[in-house]
């Protein structure tokens, strides 16, 4: 069975300092993967995802994740944090003969002091 | 526009009830699939909908869960003989058509407490 795995429960950062966020999966198949964030009280949405091409997929807000296949691994980055990326980030994956199911980490709470 | 809306937002019940949870998809998405998010973990798979009929329901649990779209829009979750560890948030998602090159789109979740 698949699975997401998400190494930092929670994660505090001053401002400007810069974020990674570890996503390891486990799936011998072809993947697609997406990190969504929930911001204090709104909605789960979507961040970035990758399909194909170009392991490095930008986001919205100056976030971007690196795919690398042989690590199984869709980090999240971002050079410098700001107060406003207080949330909850999700990394998910999709296997590409599953639909539009998606199998979620169980999320990175990031605590952005100003 | 109008995002996916789940009606209740908060339902308290008691172990051994029935209920219902109702999700509003965007209008015009054809695709419509659930989750169930516990208390510090991360979204639940439960099933998913193309059009009116399951396309893949392997995420519920056990057979007291069970859901519905009849008309390809609106979709009930239903719960029989609700358990405490059924409290937790119930998700719902929708998306142009069925597939990961779709974008989902989340509702803001029904909070379900069992007694």
């Known amino acids: 069975a698949q699975s997401v795995s998400q190494h930092n429960h929670h994660v505090i950062l001053s401002e400007a300092a810069s974020l990674e966020l570890g996503c390891n999966y486990s799936?011998?198949?072809?993947?697609?993967l997406f990190w969504y964030v929930q911001y204090p009280g709104q909605h789960l949405q979507l961040l970035l995802k990758y399909f194909s091409g170009d392991p490095l997929v930008k986001g919205i807000k100056g976030f971007e994740a690196e795919f690398i296949k042989s690590k199984f691994s869709f980090n999240l980055r971002k050079p410098s944090v700001q107060w406003s990326d207080t949330a909850e980030y999700f990394c998910?994956?999709?296997?590409?003969?599953?639909?539009?199911?998606?199998?979620f980490g169980q999320g990175t709470e990031l605590s952005v002091k100003p | 526009g109008a995002g996916v809306s789940q009606t209740p937002s908060n339902k308290v019940t008691e172990k051994g009830k029935y209920v219902e949870l109702r999700c509003d998809p965007i209008?015009?998405?054809?695709?419509l699939y659930w989750y169930r998010q516990s208390l510090g973990q991360g979204p639940e798979f439960l099933i998913y909908f193309q059009g009116t009929g399951a396309a893949d329901d392997s995420g519920l649990p056990n057979d007291r869960f069970f859901a519905v779209r009849p008309e390809g829009s609106v979709s009930t979750l239903k719960i029989q003989r609700t358990e405490r560890g059924d409290s937790a948030v119930y998700l719902c998602?929708?998306?142009?058509?069925?597939?990961?090159?779709?974008?989902?789109?989340f509702g803001p979740g029904t909070r379900l407490t069992v007694l």
């Open positions: 209008s015009g998405h054809t695709a």
């Open positions: 799936y011998g198949g072809t993947v697609n």
């Open positions: 998910a994956v999709n296997a590409f003969d599953q639909g539009g199911k998606l199998i």
């Open positions: 998602a929708s998306s142009s058509l069925a597939g990961p090159y779709n974008e989902q789109f």
